[in-house]
């Protein structure tokens, strides 16, 4: 990418850019209008998914190759001991179950898929050398002069214009040669970024697939190598030596393919691992550097008329009544929302105060029926004291006329008795 030109000559060219758009403005407008009939944009290919069935086939041969090359190193017999280094490789691919077959065509083809990524990436880095906004057009990007920019960019390479970066710029410059509003077209960015950044991340979802399936099929194989071990244990007859030996050469040669099985896995796992995490870095850098790009240095060029005295009424007046329309929108959302919040406040009120009506009134019948069943009590022992008082009473009287009847006329004589006292006489 070229840098801007400074000093006199950005200042000269500027002008006498700006000096051909006064001289026809009415056949460069119908000529862009032209441009644009003809413009429909390029077929896309996806930037980060490469072909599945490319993998596979690449991903088999691979693997055939691998087996091929490893076949010449096979010294002993089967299920014998390992001469050297490269007999135990031999051994421990082709030797160890098919799990040690399915491991390795799963690492081959997460591998090819690796491969292809890593071409698509250099596209991507190729492309970021293109000179997309060229300053001999102009130095700032206006309504009069984006048609030549984009196209600028349907005039560059078909192999090397389809990529992230030149297909996010055409976009933008499309947008902005319709609306004329750098707002739209920074919004327009973010969107595009996040979508390549999203496309980016689910074009390793198949390769994590075999990044979990290689460790989780040695395992299995663990689990087969000691299945086949403890079946071959024979100890029905201990008094033969040689049926004892041949068991236990058994068990171990089950114990081996249970430990080398696992072995191979965690390290094909390993092994695959750090390319497809060096990758995905790279590929979020070079992303980066897309963003990198449009904010700082497709943005700043772009003039909406916005920021120039006397600039695009019309656009300035179509960003204001956004604006104020979208500030409306919003307070009117607030303003339902907090409706709605007042109306449920009111709601829950309304539901505690009859609660709580309820509960007083329940709590005042319970306490007047109490009372009324105390006074009730109160009563009743009240008019039960009175009787028996009245009982005694009447026992009273009526004892009192039986001695008056027994007395009849008699005379009752009271004789006085005079008490004697501590200094009299007698």
Not at 17 to 30: C, F, K, L, T, V
Not at 383 to 398: F, M, P
Request: glycine letters at 10%; aromatic letters at 8%; one cysteine or more.
């Amino acid at each position: 990418m070229t840098p801007p030109p400074e000093g006199g000559e950005e200042q000269g060219h500027y002008e006498s850019s700006d000096a051909g758009h006064e001289q026809a403005p009415e056949q460069q407008q119908a000529y862009y209008e032209q441009q644009q009939q003809g413009r429909g944009g390029w077929e896309e290919s996806d930037p980060a998914n490469p072909s599945i069935l490319m993998a596979l086939g690449i991903g088999v041969v691979a693997t055939l190759a691998w087996y091929g090359i490893l076949f010449p190193f096979g010294m002993g017999a089967p299920g014998a001991p390992a001469v050297n280094t490269m007999d135990y490789i031999h051994d421990l691919f082709y030797e160890r179950t098919w799990v040690n077959y399915v491991e390795s065509f799963f690492f081959f083809v997460a591998m090819s898929i690796l491969w292809l990524k890593m071409k698509k990436l250099r596209h991507q880095k190729d492309a970021m050398f293109l000179d997309v906004l060229p300053t001999d057009i102009s130095q700032e990007v206006n309504a009069q002069n984006v048609g030549q920019f984009v196209d600028h960019l349907y005039g560059l390479p078909a192999r090397l214009r389809d990529s992230m970066m030149v297909n996010r710029i055409r976009k933008g410059l499309e947008l902005f040669e319709v609306r004329q509003n750098n707002g739209e077209v920074s919004g327009m960015m973010s969107a595009q970024s996040d979508i390549d950044s999203a496309r980016i991340g689910g074009s390793y979802a198949l390769v994590k697939v075999f990044l979990w399936a290689i460790p989780i099929l040695g395992f299995i194989g663990t689990v087969l190598g000691l299945s086949q071990a403890i079946g071959s244990m024979d100890l029905t007859n201990v008094s033969d030596m040689d049926k004892i030996m041949a068991s236990i050469g058994n068990v171990t040669s089950g114990l081996g393919t249970a430990f080398d099985t696992t072995l191979l896995g965690l390290v094909l796992a390993m092994f695959l691992n750090f390319p497809m995490n060096t990758l995905a870095k790279a590929e979020d850098d070079n992303l980066n550097n897309i963003d990198a790009f449009c904010n700082e240095i497709l943005m700043p060029r772009l003039n909406d008329g916005g920021g120039i005295a006397g600039g695009d009424t019309n656009g300035m007046m179509d960003v204001l009544v956004k604006a104020v329309a979208n500030a409306q929108k919003e307070f009117l959302v607030d303003l339902n929302a907090l409706s709605a919040r007042i109306n449920e406040q009111a709601a829950n009120l309304d539901k505690r105060a009859t609660a709580h009506q309820e509960r007083v009134d329940a709590e005042f019948t319970m306490t007047l029926n109490r009372m009324r069943e105390d006074l009730t009590n109160a009563v009743k022992d009240s008019v039960k004291t009175t009787s028996e008082y009245t009982r005694a009473l009447s026992s009273g009287i009526q004892g009192l006329n039986n001695v008056l009847t027994e007395l009849g006329g008699k005379q009752v004589i009271i004789h006085q008795v005079k008490k004697k006292g501590w200094f009299s006489r007698e």
